[in-house]
């Protein structure tokens, strides 16, 4: 049952562009969705939400105002609308990219530089492309570009980089950063921890057990120093040791050689090693296995990473601080690598 | 939330220069006057002829175009960017209405110019033809807000054409038939007859009956669209 009683979208006052959740807790079909929570993006923030795709769904339609939260409420500013950055969106794809822009600029009534905004978005040698000329991900910038011509106080981002190709990843990150820098509240809501850790400084995980941040690395001299000292330590003591890591499929138990890994990633505290797109629980944590990889050539890159180095074809610099390995396995997958790992590995490759 | 005219304009141009490109919708459009071109040539000089031609500009240029511009907006998605920016459905429909309008009456001027049509009181034609407009428009956009893409508008609305259009020659069976006499309330029937009665030189005052049952039609279909939409946007 649908419990839609009171309105639970609350506009406030003008003082500040911050959202509130306050108490939010939605259920559905007599089963909890998320339970009660708190949540306070202030602005210049860039908060992302990680969840399925029911949760993300649900927590859009609510900011929409289609559906009502179960209980509690959402507080943002009365004066502002917010913006909206869709998943699925659709364009006029017999204007161009110009005229586009311009018939958002007068809907809005907006005081943005459509020139500016070009710019911003990396569209200026295509302004007078019809929209469906373009591709894919130039179609997302375009879509970019509608929601800088808004302008809102509040930006609502839906999976803002699934699909995307590389240059237009970097161009929404400068865009993310420069709308951080301008006092913006931004909220993304992703299902993937990966694009999350490239885009955001604050990231929780929002499921059935409630709001959980999920730790960003505050990694210490002493941690890489140690780490060097291990190394060296299982060089020498090299044990003659079976060296296939045991994972668990329904009752099996597959083997791994460690070649064969891409990487390893760890979910809540349950590790994962990928091979060729499928990933598969493991008993061992990251600690132990980096431990027992190091010889084979892997390399613990972030926190929650292990990556075959073997494997690894492109590191990407997306900002001075966020950088990803873009591995050769068949989904291309990119993994975080965080900025303390990324001297030890510029070490590893000789490149100091 | 007030009601702008900048709005408006901006979704006027925004779907004409999209109405323009889309070869498949704006084809209608010379369909009549091709027509209209025809007839004159044939030197076809009866009020049905060219009221047939204008009662067909009605039906494809009116409620065809209008029913495609709203229908294509909820196919391609683009609704809901339109619905969260300040416009107002009144806008967003008021634009799009804009723009038959403006193509229903032009059409049907190049329609009469063509198949040399030539009313006797100018002033009770047009405004007839203005009410009417106004009403296939409401059909349009009634049926827009129905249909959920392109391809099913075109098929919605085919028995309006059939209706509206061929709609004239059955007035031919009535004697024989008389159930269809309710077929001459029809608002295009109406428009023939009001027409035929100007030609003889019929003054306001003659043919206000047949101008109120238009304005009946039309008051109907809007009050229809206003509670299909309602409902729509509950669902």
Redesign the interface.
């Known amino acids: 049952m649908f419990l839609y009683n009171r309105v639970k979208i609350e506009r406030i006052g003008v003082f500040y562009m911050s959202m509130k959740f306050v108490l939010a807790e939605k259920q559905m079909n007599d089963a909890i969705l998320f339970p009660e929570f708190n949540l306070t993006i202030n602005e210049s923030e860039i908060v992302s939400l990680c969840s399925n795709v029911n949760v993300r769904e649900q927590l859009l339609f609510i900011l929409?105002g289609k559906t009502n939260l179960s209980k509690g409420k959402i507080e943002f500013d009365s004066e502002q609308?917010l913006g909206?950055y869709?998943l699925?969106?659709?364009?006029?794809?017999?204007?161009t990219v110009k005229?586009s822009l311009q018939?958002?600029h007068?809907?809005?009534?907006s005081d943005q530089s459509i020139e500016e905004v070009l710019q911003t978005v990396q569209l200026e040698s295509k302004k007078n492309k019809?929209i469906k000329e373009l591709s894919y991900s130039e179609k997302k910038r375009v879509q970019l570009a509608?929601i800088l011509i808004?302008n809102p106080a509040i930006y609502i981002m839906e999976e803002p980089d699934q699909n995307l190709d590389i240059e237009s990843k970097k161009i929404f990150i400068n865009i993310l950063k420069m709308l951080s820098s301008s006092q913006k509240t931004i909220l993304i809501l992703t299902g993937q921890v990966e694009s999350a850790l490239a885009y955001s400084d604050q990231i929780y995980r929002l499921d059935e057990k409630g709001l959980h941040p999920i730790q960003l690395e505050v990694e210490t001299q002493n941690d890489s120093n140690k780490k060097t000292g291990n190394e060296h330590k299982d060089k020498i003591v090299q044990p003659i040791r079976f060296e296939k890591i045991p994972t668990k499929v329904n009752e099996k138990i597959v083997l791994f050689d460690p070649p064969e890994i891409d990487y390893i990633e760890s979910i809540e505290g349950q590790t994962f090693l990928h091979n060729k797109g499928e990933s598969f629980p493991c008993a061992f944590t990251l600690n132990d296995l980096e431990e027992r990889l190091l010889p084979f050539g892997f390399f613990r890159c972030h926190r929650s990473y292990i990556v075959n180095l073997q494997k690894v074809r492109e590191v990407i610099t997306w900002t001075r601080n966020s950088y990803s390995l873009v591995l050769d396995d068949t989904e291309k997958s990119s993994i975080p690598l965080s900025k303390t790992k990324m001297t030890d590995l510029k070490g590893m490759l000789g490149l100091k | 939330m007030t009601f702008s005219w900048k709005r408006v304009n901006a979704i006027f141009q925004k779907d004409f220069k999209d109405f323009s490109r889309n070869l498949a919708v704006s084809i209608v459009v010379f369909l009549p006057l091709i027509l209209a071109a025809v007839y004159g040539r044939m030197g076809l000089d009866t009020i049905q002829a060219h009221f047939m031609n204008i009662n067909m500009t009605f039906a494809m240029v009116g409620t065809y175009v209008q029913c495609c511009l709203i229908a294509e907006e909820k196919e391609k998605n683009t609704l809901r960017g339109l619905m969260l920016s300040p416009a107002s459905t009144l806008e967003i429909l008021g634009g799009k209405s804009l723009l038959s309008f403006v193509l229903t009456i032009v059409i049907a001027f190049f329609c009469a110019y063509l198949s040399e049509y030539r009313p006797a009181n100018i002033a009770i034609i047009a405004t007839a033809i203005v009410i009417s407009s106004v009403f296939f428009i409401g059909l349009g956009t009634l049926l827009g807000l129905i249909a959920k893409s392109v391809m099913e508008s075109s098929v919605i609305v085919l028995p309006v054409i059939a209706v509206f259009t061929m709609g004239s020659f059955v007035t031919v069976w009535i004697e024989k038939y008389p159930v269809l006499q309710i077929v001459e309330y029809l608002p295009n029937i109406q428009l023939i007859d009001l027409a035929t009665k100007v030609e003889s030189g019929a003054g306001f005052g003659d043919v206000i009956s047949n101008l109120a049952i238009i304005l009946i039609w039309t008051v109907v279909v809007y009050i229809l669209t206003v509670v299909v939409y309602k409902k729509r946007m509950v669902d």
């Not at chain 1, 007068?106 to 009534?109: G, L, P």
């Open positions: 929409l609308k909206f869709f699925r969106e659709g364009e006029y794809e017999r204007l005229e018939f958002f007068r809907i809005h009534q019809r509608h808004q």
